[in-house]
């Protein structure tokens, strides 16, 4: 029926006649009544799921057919299992499907099953009713008849309060935590499989059961937990496991969930009191609690157990490991107990100061330390102790030492993401070593950089924000430092055949030390910068193509905008003022990366602009700063984008409006710095190696002066005379200064019109220093003119009369003759 091809496969399964499908329908029934199924059974599956997925709508299948698959879920062959759940879900669940899981096999229900199910419940009653069934079926007992597995049933229970927490009703929360109470404190501390005792005897009824054996090969003295040792386990104990690797989803979830008070006469400690020692019996007391907070008292027995098992000398690598993860899942569901019940935290703080104590000097458990960290800042204060000491490790050396491990850099970021507001509140050392959390964003920027979103606003205060940009335009500096201290770890001093001998030689010069230390400091207000900040760029100009360097590079530029963005709420104008003049100033102190250089000079110039936009007067106060920079001619060629925006600054905001300290002899120092560097750009040629200067630097440069004249009158006739000699030049033909005819023509259109504009002064100080009301209007707001009202008046026609258009699209409109 089918042939080898997938494409005819395909096509033959949809084109099966009814009659035939119906045929295969009956075969398959015939084979799945036999006591084996083999491979035609097997292949008869997969022909059929082929058959149903082929086609886009959905069949269903015969009663007796669908019927025998549902049976086939909970076959003890995992491929049938798999072949028969994949079939039921490209069908339309049976009337009576329902009811056949609400069987005793329930209890032996497994993930394949379950996952069907789920998918195909109509509605949340229906999940809530196939839950309380699962959950009932665990109260059997092995005395109430066949022995059941539950090794599906907490997972499947998992994934229904994962994805729909309110299928469960108060009677299930109620259940499910008592039953965690017994699988959590109660299960068997016997393995499940007897041997041998030896001697002469060594039949069936010779063998004993051997005790639970905790990591380090000792015999165990207490209850059973994750953390215990055998050769078998007993059901039980596999549902102690399952029970603790979701307690802590339980209890978040359903942490608002209140029971009564009632009395558990359901205890596992009555019913088979040889299974629990005399350390861990229930009191009297904890049986008139509700089963939430028995949950709460059995899960702080459970996890200050696995403390304790945690301090045992693993004798595998894989039981070291499991250690470090219990611990980790041991001290978050204690820091959950403590939220939600607060005298907890008076008896878990002991346990949690001691393991801190046992941990601090080993950066193997810096990953444990974090819920740590995490217990300390929700009830450090509460416990009243001193968490210095918790914070110089979690944020002093694990960055400063374990910057290179991904993991660590994660959960460390996304710790500090979680509780920013805590930590900015109550430790103080955060904002301090912000140095030491960007190594994290030197050494792997992509990984990291949405972290520091988030988190670099909150870096940025008065005290720190100058230090912090430098410390941003030093990023690809630190990465390069990064990399160095790591190889030199590695490196053999005697070394000569590495690469970048140079470099490494320089890092490890006593000379050049200081400067590399700088950059790998962990704790800010040693400093803004250096000195010899220049140096130490010429030294890494060799890194400049490494590539965690060139990455590094790239994230800089998103970072900035982040940093100003948020500087402006933080500082005030003599602290702005100090920003500018960084910016001037790091303009020509960037590592030697081409693109680097050039999207920061993009960054600043927007930030410039925006910056003196927002408060005006800051050219009045950093005037002598920025005519500086502006007088440099050969920062018309190697700054082109931050020249441009410099002069535009100068232009715009030097002005008696803005700030009455501008004076006229400021306006003229001004217009004389600008025009003899207009002169000079526009007299000779470019320097060797540099292009011509953009159009655009002109332009800016001859709009300025004429903005500056139209302030002080005097200057008017000078810049009249030098834009006609522009023109004058211009008309010969190519100049040297510029490349291209039509920017040429630009150039000199612009002096035309600006030579016009300036013989009428008033009429050139109004159109080139228009007042604020004139740049932004807002006349169709203003109700105090008529243009909101013709604005409404014509928009209504416009509409009414689209309507009527859309009404009679084939008639002629009557008003199309008026």
Request: hydrophobic share 40%; charged share 20%.
């Amino acid at each position: 029926m089918y042939s080898h091809g997938s494409e005819s496969l395909i096509k033959q399964a949809r084109e099966i006649q009814e009659s035939e499908l119906q045929k295969f329908y009956n075969r398959l029934v015939k084979l799945l009544e036999g006591k084996e199924h083999g491979h035609e059974t097997v292949d008869s599956l997969q022909r059929l799921h082929l058959i149903l997925s082929a086609t886009k709508y959905t069949r269903t299948l015969p009663p007796e057919l669908q019927k025998k698959l549902v049976t086939l879920l909970f076959s003890p062959v995992e491929q049938l299992q798999v072949l028969s759940s994949a079939v039921l879900r490209e069908t339309l669940p049976s009337p009576g499907q329902a009811e056949i899981y609400k069987q005793d096999s329930i209890g032996q229900i497994n993930s394949h099953a379950a996952a069907l199910l789920l998918s195909q419940a109509e509605s949340r009653d229906d999940l809530s009713a196939f839950c309380g069934q699962l959950l009932r079926s665990l109260e059997n007992r092995s005395s109430e008849g066949p022995t059941y597995s539950f090794a599906h049933t907490l997972p499947i229970v998992n994934t229904i309060l994962t994805h729909s927490p309110q299928s469960l009703t108060e009677d299930n929360i109620t259940l499910l935590s008592k039953r965690l109470v017994d699988w959590l404190r109660y299960a068997s501390t016997t393995q499940g499989g007897g041997a041998p005792s030896g001697g002469f005897f060594t039949g069936s009824r010779s063998r004993q059961p051997l005790p639970i054996a905790e990591l380090d090969g000792t015999v165990s003295g207490d209850f059973f937990t994750v953390l215990c040792v055998g050769q078998v386990f007993t059901e039980d104990q596999w549902m102690n496991v399952y029970s603790f690797s979701m307690l802590r989803h339980w209890l978040l979830t359903f942490h608002s969930v209140s029971g009564g008070i009632i009395t558990d006469t359901d205890d596992r400690s009555e019913i088979d009191g040889s299974v629990v020692s005399m350390v861990s019996a229930t009191s009297s007391s904890s049986r008139l609690l509700s089963p939430k907070e028995r949950l709460r008292e059995k899960a702080f027995q459970y996890c200050q157990r696995l403390i304790e098992q945690s301090d045992r000398k693993a004798q595998r690598r894989t039981d070291s490991d499991l250690q470090k993860a219990c611990l980790v899942e041991a001290v978050c569901i204690l820091d959950f107990v403590c939220v939600e019940d607060a005298p907890f935290v008076y008896r878990v703080f002991p346990c949690i100061k001691a393991l801190f104590g046992r941990l601090n000097s080993d950066l193997s458990f810096a990953r444990v330390l974090l819920p740590v960290a995490q217990f300390y800042l929700n009830h450090g204060e509460m416990a009243a102790v001193d968490c210095d000491c918790v914070w110089n490790l979690v944020l002093g050396r694990f960055p400063a030492e374990l910057y290179n491990d991904p993991f660590l850099a994660h959960e460390l970021l996304r710790f500090l993401r979680l509780n920013l507001e805590d930590v900015q509140l109550r430790v103080p050392q955060y904002i301090r070593n912000f140095p030491n959390f960007l190594k994290f964003l030197a050494w792997d920027s992509p990984a990291v950089v949405d972290d520091f979103v988030d988190l670099l606003p909150s870096f940025v205060t008065p005290a720190t924000a100058l230090e912090l940009l430098h410390s941003l335009l030093d990023l690809p500096c630190l990465s390069a430092t990064l990399l160095l201290q790591l190889r030199s770890t590695f490196l053999p001093i005697s070394d000569s055949g590495g690469r970048s001998l140079a470099l490494m030689d320089a890092f490890r010069n006593p000379a050049y030390r200081g400067l590399f230390l700088f950059l790998l400091r962990n704790e800010a207000g040693s400093g803004d910068t250096i000195d010899r900040l220049s140096t130490l760029l010429e030294l890494l100009s060799e890194a400049a193509d490494w590539s965690r360097v060139i990455q590094c590079a790239q994230t800089v530029p998103i970072l900035l905008h982040i940093f100003f963005n948020t500087v402006v709420t933080v500082a005030d104008k003599k602290l702005l003022g100090q920003v500018i003049l960084v910016l001037l100033e790091r303009s020509s102190l960037l590592l030697n990366i081409p693109k680097y250089i050039t999207e920061i000079h993009r960054v600043f110039s927007l930030q410039l602009t925006s910056l003196c936009k927002l408060h005006p007067s800051l050219v009045m106060d950093q005037s002598n700063e920025l005519l500086e920079f502006a007088g440099a001619t050969s920062n018309v060629y190697s700054k082109q984008e931050m020249y441009t925006h410099v002069v535009l600054v100068l232009g715009e905001y030097l002005s008696v409006s803005y700030d009455a300290r501008c004076s006229v002899k400021l306006i003229t120092s001004c217009f004389e710095t600008l025009e003899a560097v207009l002169f000079e750009i526009t007299s000779s040629a470019p320097p060797p190696g540099a292009s011509c200067p953009a159009p655009r630097v002109i332009t800016t440069l001859i709009s300025a002066l004429a903005k500056l004249a139209s302030r002080s009158h005097d200057l008017i006739p000078r810049v009249s005379l030098f834009l006609s000699k522009l023109k004058k030049v211009s008309s010969g033909g190519s100049v040297s200064w510029c490349d291209d005819e039509e920017d040429l023509a630009s150039i000199v259109t612009l002096g035309e019109e600006l030579c016009a504009l300036l013989k009428t002064p008033g009429v050139a100080q109004s159109v080139l220093n228009p007042p604020p009301h004139v740049t932004s209007p807002q006349w169709h707001q203003d109700t105090n003119v008529a243009m909101p009202l013709q604005l409404r008046a014509l928009t209504t026609l416009m509409q009414g009369h689209t309507s009527r258009s859309q009404k009679t699209p084939t008639s002629p409109s009557p008003h199309t003759s008026m």
